[in-house]
Nanobody, 124 residues
Framework: HVQLVESGGGSVQTGGSLRLSCTDS????????MGWFRQTPENERAGVAS???????TYGDSVKGRFTISRDHEKNTLYLQMNSLKPEDTAMYYC???????????????????WGQGTQVTVS
């Protein structure tokens, strides 16, 4: 199964950009629905974006038009390009993989059964 490692987090000023990466060091990346989630100490984990095998994407309302999810099967890597960052985007960001156990590819955390360890994004 997949083994996910995120990178690319950091501190950035309001209006800036970051690109997160999530690399699969296991196997089967090309068969999984992939998603990005974020969580703060005060809030539950929230869906940011998902991408299906055919490239179909879904975004959470708060990031539409600012964030872009993509995947590269040759590099077994998932990306999240984040532009026009706001302080409210500050969170721990997690990538996740789903083997379609619910038959869906969406931004519901219940859809996913493999998770990375997270990377912190701070916007000030």
């Amino acid at each position: 199964h997949v083994q996910l490692v995120e990178s690319g987090g950091g501190s950035v000023q309001t209006g800036g950009s970051l690109r997160l990466s999530c690399t699969d060091s296991g196997s089967g990346f090309e068969h999984y629905c992939m998603g990005w989630f974020r969580q703060t100490p005060e809030n539950e984990r929230a869906g940011v974006a998902s991408i299906d095998l055919d490239g179909t994407t879904t975004y959470g309302d708060s990031v539409k038009g600012r964030f872009t999810i993509s995947r590269d099967h040759e590099k077994n890597t998932l990306y999240l390009q984040m532009n026009s960052l706001k302080p409210e985007d500050t969170a721990m960001y997690y990538c996740a993989a789903s083997d379609y156990r619910r038959g869906l590819c969406d931004v519901d955390s219940l859809t996913y059964n493999y998770w990375g360890q997270g990377t912190q994004v701070t916007v000030s």
